[in-house]
């Protein structure tokens, strides 16, 4: 394993986005990723941003490239497809680190979701299927899970730690500030705490 490097992968719902919330959410994970860098731990990043009309797109790269696009949409569908595209990341992450060479391998990866509603378009997965998946990376690799979301059954559907999930209040004016500085704190706790491991 690779004991200076952290995988960070992002399953990030974009529909869901109203167009008001768009500055919010670009100035929130503008910072998320500074404080992330801030840390001094090497990552790399890989992640599925999904909306209804678009199919994943799997990224890879250092944390160093880390910025924010004009991803955001919403098309008033109320559609969510989190359990194929999150599913859909974890298993090209995973077997593209099976492909990895061992030495060349993150000690430490991490998985963060982010989702609005309750999933309402998956074909391809099922709750059960993707806690059981969460649950096997957990308990097996040691993998790290994180839940964004408005809804609290998610939490309870995919098996994620209420400790471990940040939930997002659309009757905040903002509805990224509060939950980003506390996905934040969380996030550098985990990157320093493995970095004092070391």
């Known amino acids: 394993m690779n004991n200076e490097l952290t995988l960070q992968?992002?399953?990030?719902?974009?529909?869901?986005?109203?167009?008001?919330?768009h500055d919010n959410i670009i100035r929130a994970v503008k910072k998320y990723g500074t404080a992330l860098k801030a840390t001094g731990r090497k990552q790399h990043v890989s992640g599925i941003r999904f909306?209804?009309?678009?199919?994943?797109?799997v990224v890879n790269y250092p944390l160093e490239k880390f910025k924010v696009n004009s991803w955001l949409e919403d098309d008033g569908s109320g559609v969510n497809n989190m359990?194929?595209?999150?599913?859909?990341?974890?298993?090209?992450?995973?077997?593209?680190?099976?492909?990895?060479?061992e030495a060349e391998r993150p000690s430490q990866v991490i998985v963060?979701?982010?989702?609005?509603?309750?999933?309402?378009?998956?074909?391809?997965?099922?709750?059960?299927?993707?806690?059981?998946?969460?649950?096997h990376q957990r308990d097996v690799y040691?993998?790290?899970?994180?839940?964004?979301?408005?809804?609290?059954?998610?939490m309870e559907k995919l098996g994620i730690a209420e400790d471990d999930t940040i939930?997002?209040?659309?009757?905040?004016?903002?509805?990224?500030?509060?939950?980003?500085?506390?996905?934040?704190?969380?996030?550098?706790?985990?990157?320093?705490?493995?970095?004092?491991e070391l």
């Open 112 to 135: 963060t979701i982010i989702a609005f509603g309750r999933d309402n378009a998956s074909v391809r997965c099922t709750y059960d299927q993707l806690r059981d998946m969460i649950a």
């Open 142 to 154: 040691k993998w790290k899970f994180f839940l964004l979301t408005d809804f609290t059954i998610n």
């Open 9 to 21: 992968i992002f399953a990030f719902d974009c529909s869901g986005i109203p167009n008001e919330q």
């Open 51 to 57: 909306t209804r009309n678009e199919e994943a797109r």
């Open 167 to 196: 939930i997002i209040h659309k009757s905040e004016k903002d509805w990224f500030k509060k939950p980003y500085e506390e996905l934040t704190e969380k996030m550098v706790e985990c990157l320093t705490n493995n970095n004092s």
């Open 83 to 101: 359990l194929d595209q999150t599913s859909n990341i974890m298993n090209k992450v995973g077997e593209r680190l099976a492909a990895t060479p």
